[in-house]
C-alpha cells in the first residue's frame, strides 16, 4: 500500500517544474512514513480532548465558492452551534444559515450523506445548479464516493463552477487513513460597468494596449486537488494521538500566474494526567510559473513557509488552559513571525456563564486560489503578499440563561503587517489622464483594527430556530484607508418547521460602511449590501423532496465591489433524489 501511495505523489511531482523538487523532498518523506504506518493497524486505543466524527469524509475545497469582500478571520472559539433542517427527508442534510454568495442564488448545501443523491435546480437568469453523491463502496471499514457539483450562470453575467471529486476512507481499529483527488474549472465573463474604451489605447509602465486587451472576456481557470492523510482515534487507553496530512491543490488561469501548492502537516499530542502537552508542525510549499502573465515583467519564484507550534493544555473541571507559542520561518515578507497562541475559557456559572479570551497571532500565506475565490476580479498576473498578524487580543462572554438559547458577547483588538486591501487598478489614457480599471489589484498597511461582536443562538426541539450576528469592525490604517471594508456586519436568520414535510426559514444579511477609492484618490461611499431571502422545502416522500428559493426579495442593486452590481430578485426551484 506504502509504495502505491508513493507513486501517486510521485506523478504529481513530475507535473511541476524540476527545479522546485527541492520543496518537496522533506513532504514525500513525511507522507511515505505515514503512509507504511498506515497500513499497520494497531488494536491499542488512545485518547485527547477533541471529537472525531466517525463518518466524516475529508473533502477538497473548491475554488471559486466564495465572492465577498476580504476579511480578517477572528480565533476559532468553541461555538454553542444550532443546527437547521433544511429538508424533512431521510437524508436529512442541515442548513447552515450563512452569508449569500453575492449575484448567485442560495440555497442549503449537501453534506455527505450514507447513500447517494442528486439535486438539480433551475432559475431565472438561467441558473442552474447540480449536485450528484453517489457510494462506489459503502463498507464498514471502506468507504469509496463519487461526486459531482455545479452551479451556473448563463444570461449576460455568465458564470459556471463545476467540480468532480473521488473519495477514499479507510477505518482501522487505532485510526482512520483517507485519500482523495478532484478537479475544478470555472469560468466568467462578467467584468462589470465599463470603465476603459475597449477601442482606445492605454498605458501602463512600458506596456500599451486597448481596452479590450486589458482583461480576458471569458476568462477560465482549471484547479486540481489530491490530498491524503491519517488520523488516529482517541481513546481511553492509549496515552498519544497524532495526525499527518498532505495536500496539494494546483491553480491555472487562461492568463496569469500558475500556482502550485503543497502543505504537509503533522500534529503529535500526549496525555500527562488530566492535561496533554503537543506539537504542531506545518510545512507549506508554493511554487510558481510566471510564463503566461501580462503587462508585468514580474517571476514570480517559489518559496515555503515553515510553523512549529509547542502548546501544553490544562483541563480543570471549571477551567481550562492553553499554552503555546508559534514560530514561523518565510521565504517571502517577514523570515521569522513569531506569534503567541494562549487561549483560556472558565466557567463563571456551570452550565450557564462562560468566559473566554485568548492572545493569538498567525502568519497567512495568501495564496492565488483562495485570492480568486474572495474576488473573481483581481489582477492574476500578480501575487498577494502573505499577512503577518503578530498580536490578536480577544475576550468574551457566553449566557446561557434559557434552554437552547444562547448569547456571546466578545471584542478584539490586533496588529496587522501588510493587511491588503482591494483597489481598482490604474492605467493611463492618451490623454496622460488617470482612469481606473475593471481589475482590482492590492494596496498593502500596516493597520490596527478593534472588532466587537454579538451573537445569539437559539433552537426549539429542531422544530424553530434563529441566529443573529453583528459585528463592528474599527479600522487604524497607517498611511492609508481600509478600502471596501465593512463597518457593520448583521446576519440574521430563522428556521421553521411547519409540517413534518414541510418547513420554511429567511435570511437576511446586512453590510454598512463600505468606501472605495475614486480615480482622484478621494473616497467613494458605496451602497449597502442588503439581502433578504426565503426559502420553502416539502419532503414528497422518504425518497423525494423539493425547494423552492427566492433571494434578494428587495431587488437591491448594490455593488459586490467597486463597479460590480449584483443580479437583484432571483429565484430557485430544484428537486432532490435519494437512492
Known amino acids: 500500500m506504502a509504495s502505491n501511495l508513493v507513486k501517486a505523489i510521485q506523478y504529481l511531482i513530475n507535473y511541476i517544474e524540476m527545479k522546485q523538487l527541492k520543496y518537496f523532498i522533506t513532504s514525500l518523506f513525511i507522507i511515505s512514513s505515514v503512509a507504511v504506518f498506515a497500513a499497520e493497524p494497531d488494536s491499542s486505543l488512545i485518547k485527547r480532548n477533541i471529537t472525531i466524527e466517525k463518518e466524516y469524509i475529508p473533502t477538497i475545497q473548491e475554488a471559486g465558492k466564495v465572492n465577498d469582500i476580504p476579511s480578517v478571520v477572528e480565533p476559532e472559539l468553541k461555538k ?11 437524508i436529512d442534510p442541515p442548513f447552515e444559515i450563512r452569508q449569500l454568495e453575492s449575484a448567485r442564488l442560495t440555497y442549503p448545501a449537501l453534506l455527505s450523506q450514507k447513500d447517494g443523491y442528486l439535486r438539480l435546480g433551475l432559475g431565472n437568469y438561467w441558473t442552474t445548479l447540480g449536485n450528484f453523491m453517489y457510494p462506489i463502496v459503502n463498507k464498514p471499514k471502506h468507504r469509496l464516493e463519487l461526486s459531482f457539483n455545479h452551479e451556473g450562470t448563463f444570461d449576460d453575467k455568465k458564470f459556471t463552477d463545476n467540480t468532480l471529486a473521488l473519495n477514499y476512507h479507510r477505518y482501522y481499529t487505532s485510526g482512520e487513513f483517507f485519500m482523495n483527488g478532484g478537479y475544478e ?4 465573463n462578467y467584468y462589470g460597468k ?55 491543490s494546483g491553480f491555472s488561469p487562461n ?3 500558475k500556482e502550485h501548492n503543497v502543505t504537509t502537516n503533522i500534529l503529535y499530542e500526549r496525555k500527562v494526567d488530566e492535561n496533554k502537552w503537543g506539537v504542531d508542525m506545518n510545512l507549506h510549499n508554493l ?19 515553515f510553523s512549529l507550534n509547542p502548546y501544553f493544555d490544562f483541563q480543570q473541571e471549571t477551567w481550562y488552559l492553553h499554552l503555546g507559542f508559534a514560530a514561523n520561518f518565510s521565504g517571502q515578507g517577514t523570515a521569522f513571525a513569531p506569534t503567541p497562541d494562549i487561549k483560556a475559557q472558565y466557567t463563571l456559572v456551570d452550565k450557564t456563564i462562560y468566559c473566554y479570551g485568548g492572545i493569538v497571532g498567525d502568519l497567512q500565506a495568501n495564496t492565488m486560489k483562495e485570492m480568486v475565490a474572495l474576488n473573481h476580479y483581481i489582477d492574476l498576473n500578480e501575487k498577494i503578499k502573505n499577512t503577518y498578524t503578530p498580536f490578536n487580543m480577544y475576550g468574551g462572554i457566553k449566557l446561557k440563561l434559557l434552554y437552547n438559547f444562547v448569547t456571546d458577547f466578545s471584542l478584539g483588538y490586533k496588529t496587522i503587517k501588510d493587511q491588503y486591501f482591494f483597489v481598482n487598478k490604474a492605467v493611463t489614457d492618451s490623454a496622460s489622464q488617470v482612469v481606473n480599471s475593471n481589475v482590482f489589484g492590492a494596496e498593502y498597511h500596516d493597520a490596527n483594527l478593534f472588532y466587537t461582536s454579538f451573537k445569539i443562538n437559539y433552537n426549539f426541539n429542531q422544530e424553530f430556530g434563529f441566529v443573529f450576528n453583528w459585528k463592528h469592525n474599527s479600522w487604524k490604517v497607517t498611511d492609508g484607508t481600509a478600502w471596501q471594508m465593512p463597518k457593520n456586519e448583521f446576519d440574521f436568520g430563522t428556521d421553521m418547521k411547519l409540517t413534518k414535510r414541510t418547513s420554511v426559514n ?45 433571494n434578494n426579495i428587495i431587488n437591491r442593486h448594490y455593488e459586490q465591489w467597486y463597479g460590480y452590481e449584483v443580479n437583484g430578485f432571483n429565484a430557485m426551484f430544484g428537486l432532490t433524489f435519494a437512492f
Do not use: C
Request: charged share 15%; proline share 1%.
Open 80 to 90: 454553542i452551534e444550532v443546527n437547521y433542517s433544511g429538508y424533512s427527508t431521510l
Open 287 to 305: 511554487v510558481y510559473n510566471s510564463t503566461n502573465v501580462k503587462y508585468t515583467t514580474l517571476t514570480q519564484t517559489g518559496y515555503s513557509i
Open 185 to 188: 474549472y470555472e469560468g466568467f
Open 506 to 550: 429567511i435570511n437576511t444579511y446586512f453590510k454598512t460602511g463600505r468606501v472605495a477609492r475614486a480615480t482622484d484618490g478621494s473616497s467613494v461611499s458605496l451602497k449597502s449590501m442588503a439581502d433578504v431571502n426565503f426559502g420553502l422545502f416539502y419532503a414528497h416522500s422518504s425518497k423525494v423532496s423539493s425547494f423552492f428559493r427566492l
Open 194 to 248: 465599463p470603465k476603459l474604451d475597449e477601442s482606445a489605447l492605454y498605458n501602463m509602465g512600458t506596456y500599451s494596449f486597448t481596452g479590450s486587451q486589458y482583461f480576458n472576456k471569458d476568462a477560465s481557470i482549471s484547479g486540481w486537488n489530491f490530498a491524503m492523510g491519517y488520523n488516529s482515534i482517541p481513546t481511553e487507553e492509549k496515552q498519544y494521538n497524532f495526525s499527518a496530512q498532505f495536500k496539494y
Open 255 to 257: 492568463e496569469g500566474l
